[in-house]
């Protein structure tokens, strides 16, 4: 009987002492309102223009999937019926567009199979590789890479 008295005043207690703090707690981390909707941030133009014009933008470390150095906005959605990436950069196009090729492990299913074309898993090109908007940093940042060196030649 006395350990469910305590048991009981002990809960009692529990919920008085949060129903005290509760006013407290309608303000979040960050200053806002949590009952306050969110604002969409503002719309940033992409960082490049039109696709050729730009140069590419250098990669910090050795397998970094390159980022798209020009602005996509204008481009059709990707989907089953088409990817207007491979306009420019597929195995047949990208010489006469002078734009860079896909890579080589784009032509490869899991299965270690080649491709004449690039794989199902690999032809959602935004997944990996993202256009680049012109936007201040949101937070501080000091991460230098191991930015990727060319292999110096031995004579």
């Known amino acids: 009987m006395k350990y469910s008295l305590k048991l009981t005043a002990a809960i009692v207690a529990s919920c008085l002492t949060s129903l005290a703090f ?8 960050r200053g806002a309102d949590v009952a306050a ?8 133009d992409y960082a490049g223009k039109r696709p050729g ?4 933008v250098a ?5 970094q999937p390159p980022v798209i150095p020009h ?3 204008n481009f059709d959605e990707i989907n089953l019926e088409g990817n207007q990436c491979m306009d420019c950069h597929s195995a047949a196009t990208y010489q006469k ?5 896909i890579g080589d492990s784009h032509f490869i299913d899991r299965d270690g199979n080649k491709h004449a074309e ?9 997944q990996c590789h993202v256009p680049q908007v ?6 501080d940042n000091t991460f230098k890479g191991d930015a990727v060196k060319k292999p110096v030649k031995k004579n």
């Open 22 to 29: 509760a006013a407290d707690a309608t303000t979040s981390m």
């Open 37 to 44: 909707p969110s604002h969409a941030p503002a719309i940033k």
């Open 53 to 56: 014009t730009e140069t590419p």
């Open 59 to 63: 990669r910090t470390f050795s397998t």
């Open 71 to 73: 602005a996509v906005q």
């Open 97 to 101: 567009k002078k734009a860079p090729k």
């Open 118 to 126: 690039a794989t199902g898993s690999r032809y959602n090109c935004v």
């Open 134 to 139: 012109d936007a201040p940093p949101l937070v």
